[in-house]
């Protein structure tokens, strides 16, 4: 009996000392995301933060570098509904996603409209979904032609406007160096998401797009469609880019590109800096960067790229983990961003700072890009339908004796098979 | 009596429970989702019961019967090749001579590396510009260089050579085990009767080591029929869908598209491939023990 009373007596201090020590020292937040090269992405920003908020701690969970893969990491938390992560990093192509599961918070209430009209439209447009916003846009991208500016000018051609120029300039080099190591383009058409901005940019600059976003149709089977994908892998695949690129991601197809064995190569805005870089690149001060090529008769079309920030539904924080996300995405931090790591900041503000334009001269410049950058299409079934786009890309790329437009038709059916299910969505 | 089989019990029941809520549980989950039609991303839909449609859509699904001959491509190819390689190797490292610990303890070394490092590893080697694959093949002629993990008839061919280095040393470990309880009169006999090397391999070691062969065959078969962690790392089940195995199929599905319940019908059928393929080894090892014993 004696023992018993003491033992509920010790349970119960017990309990309450866990009580007093959650009131103390408030858990820290948790952010996941992926890992920088530089601390100026998110240590610096984050020692700021915790130096502004005196007994907060920002706990940052280091996720894979691969979109795909930090997709998979993410969502697997959030289905779980994990109270241990309240901020994290959402691609561009997500927000429809999680705020269609009901797993990322609605920020309405804290991110007002003429704070929203601060960004650049694009990528606000694409963290809406059904008259809300879930995430505030860190920086963008969009899809860049980077050439090499000495071998052009040594042969007297101008850079590319279309993309039969592109083959044709690559062709004359390629022929005249005689280097058996040089390639004529680089770009990534591994089976991944990479493979979907690729093919999204000669697809649009063809008039042509992936689905119709209104009528909730596949439109890989439609002409200019076709026509584009049986440009690349006529002209491009096998022809000035070796087939190796059809296992590349960003980080090969750049390597090839600053070891200088490529004239021209697609990525994103981060490739300036890392091929000026004469540490890193061969090809310092030889790149030249330029929007991206279009058929006779299209527009040149860049894949919107890009990572927001969002707070977790089942985060205990939201309003610590707001206070968190608009210090990271405030004009100050975007600008230190921008100047520590050269990421194109999304603040519109930023493209006309005197400061940044000093360092980042090129930005300016892109500022159209990114205004005319072309997302892909939202919907919260993105991810089955890229993996159908990824599979009939890859196919129609890696097996050249196979008939695209059949291809085409069965990944259209396939397509519209899982539009379907989102076409009686019902109203918010 | 019967209080030593409720003691028995006892003992047995945290296994029981261990056993059940972690083997036994997922499975019949797996089960039970497979008939349902939920949708992760579009919850509206909600847990919808839809019987065997999941099932029936498999079995008409394009991409899953291309995933389920690759995946049997990869079983028929790499068993044959891990029982051979492995059986010299154990033959090898049962023979007495110096160095044999050493030599043992390296041969294990590939089936000790973590696989998401060793197929890190077997992917910069198949690089097209910097592996030492092309290196070894065609030196510095960059013109012939081969890009194996962007062809679609080379990179199921890159994660059987990654599969065979790194489970051959396990397939050698059970067969040592086999070999080393081998009876020495047994060859001594076999000499004195006058066999040969080949004789005594043939009528007297390859016999006695079936039961050993046998377990390693099943364990491979269920290995190599859920293959995952190569394909992830190396190709991500490209080109073209050429290294898209089943168990990669069904994670993209349920942990990438959030279609659990289509996702579950695959994991389902992966598990039944395996459940076959099992008792019918099962059926012959015991066979063969029996055999064994008559003898």
Redesign the interface.
């Known amino acids: 009996m004696f023992r018993a009373k003491n033992l509920c007596r010790i349970a119960a201090l017990l309990f309450l000392c866990s009580l007093g020590n959650s009131f103390a020292a408030e858990s820290p937040l948790r952010f996941v995301t992926w890992k920088s090269e530089t601390a100026q992405m998110w240590d610096q920003p984050i020692a700021d933060f915790e130096k502004q908020n005196p007994g907060v701690k920002v706990i940052r969970e280091i996720g894979p570098q691969s979109s795909?893969q930090l997709?998979?990491l993410i969502?697997?938390k959030l289905?779980n509904r994990d109270t241990e992560m309240d901020v994290f990093v959402m691609d561009v192509i997500w927000p429809a996603?999680f705020a269609?599961?009901?797993w990322a918070l609605p920020l309405d209430r804290f991110f007002a409209l003429a704070e929203q009209k601060q960004f650049l439209d694009a990528p606000i447009r694409a963290n809406r979904y059904r008259d809300q916003i879930f995430g505030v846009p860190l920086f963008v991208d969009a899809g860049l032609l980077y050439y090499r500016k000495d071998l052009l000018e040594k042969y007297r051609i101008p850079p590319p406007r279309t993309w039969p120029e592109l083959v044709q300039g690559a062709k004359t080099i390629l022929a005249k160096e005689k280097d058996?190591?040089l390639v004529g383009f680089s770009g990534q058409f591994?089976?991944?998401e990479g493979l979907i901005c690729n093919m999204m940019e000669y697809i649009v600059s063809n008039r042509g797009n992936l689905w119709d976003d209104q009528k909730l149709v596949s439109t890989l089977n439609q002409p200019p469609a076709l026509a584009a994908v049986r440009f690349v892998r006529d002209h491009i695949i096998g022809e000035i880019a070796?087939?190796?690129?059809?296992?590349?991601e960003e980080p090969?197809s750049l390597v090839?590109f600053t070891e200088g064995?490529a004239i021209f190569h697609r990525n994103w805005p981060y490739a300036w800096s890392v091929a000026n870089d004469s540490q890193s690149s061969k090809i310092a001060g030889k790149v030249g960067m330029m929007p991206l090529p279009y058929f006779p008769g299209g527009k040149g079309a860049a894949a919107l790229g890009g990572w927001q920030l969002a707070i977790s539904r089942f985060s205990k924080k939201s309003e610590l983990a707001w206070r968190f996300v608009s210090f990271m995405t405030s004009h100050a931090m975007q600008k230190r961003i921008t100047l520590g790591t050269g990421r194109a900041p999304a603040r519109a503000a930023l493209y006309t700072d005197r400061e940044v334009l000093d360092q980042l001269p090129q930005l300016g410049s892109l500022l159209e890009t990114f205004k005319q950058a072309v997302p892909r299409p939202i919907t919260?079934?993105y991810?089955?339908l890229s993996?159908i786009m990824?599979?009939y890309f890859?196919?129609v790329?890696?097996?050249p004796d196979t008939n695209i437009d059949k291809r085409a038709a069965?990944a259209a059916r396939d397509m519209d098979r899982v539009l379907d299910?989102?076409r009686e969505?019902?109203a918010p | 009596m019967r209080s030593s089989h409720r003691l028995a019990f006892l003992f047995l029941l945290p296994s029981l429970i261990f056993v059940g809520l972690f083997a036994f549980y997922p499975i019949f989950e797996s089960f039970r989702l497979s008939f349902y039609r939920s949708?992760?991303?579009?919850?509206?839909?909600g847990q919808k019961m839809v019987g065997w449609e999941n099932y029936t859509d498999l079995w008409t699904d394009?991409?899953a019967a291309q995933s389920l001959r690759t995946t049997l491509f990869f079983v028929v190819t790499t068993i044959p090749l891990e029982l051979g390689i492995g059986l010299g190797m154990a033959l090898v490292m049962n023979e007495v001579f110096r160095g044999r610990g050493l030599l043992r303890a390296v041969v294990l070394i590939p089936w000790a590396i973590p696989t998401v490092v060793s197929s890190q590893m077997w992917r910069f080697i198949f690089?097209?510009?910097y592996g030492l694959f092309n290196f070894v093949l065609f030196g510095g002629?960059?013109?012939r260089?081969l890009?194996p993990?962007?062809?679609?008839i080379l990179?199921p061919m890159t994660i059987i050579v990654a599969e065979v280095w790194k489970t051959a040393p396990f397939v050698a470990l059970i067969v040592l085990a086999g070999l080393q309880t081998i009876p020495d009169e047994l060859y001594e006999a076999a000499s004195i009767d006058g066999a040969t090397a080949w004789q005594q391999f043939r009528h007297v070691t390859l016999p006695l080591l079936r039961p050993a062969l046998l377990l390693a065959l099943l364990f491979r078969t269920i290995d190599a029929l859920r293959v995952f962690d190569l394909v992830f790392v190396m190709?991500?089940?490209?080109?073209?869908?050429?290294t898209n195995v089943l168990s990669f199929y069904g994670y993209?599905k349920i942990?990438?598209?959030?279609?659990v319940g289509y996702g579950s019908a695959i994991a389902v059928g992966v598990f039944l491939v395996s459940l076959i393929l099992s008792l019918v080894y099962l059926q012959i090892l015991k066979s063969s023990r029996l055999e064994g014993t008559a003898r």
Do not use: C
């Open positions: 795909t997709h998979d969502t697997q289905k996603e269609s599961a009901g058996p190591q591994k089976q991944y070796h087939r190796g690129v059809l296992a590349y090969e090839l064995k919260p079934v991810v089955p993996n990824q599979r890859s196919s790329l890696a097996l069965f299910l989102v969505a019902p | 949708i992760l991303t579009l919850p509206w839909l394009p991409v690089n097209d510009r002629d960059a013109s260089y890009a993990l962007a062809d679609p990179a190709t991500q089940g490209g080109p073209a869908d050429a993209k942990f990438a598209e959030g279609m």
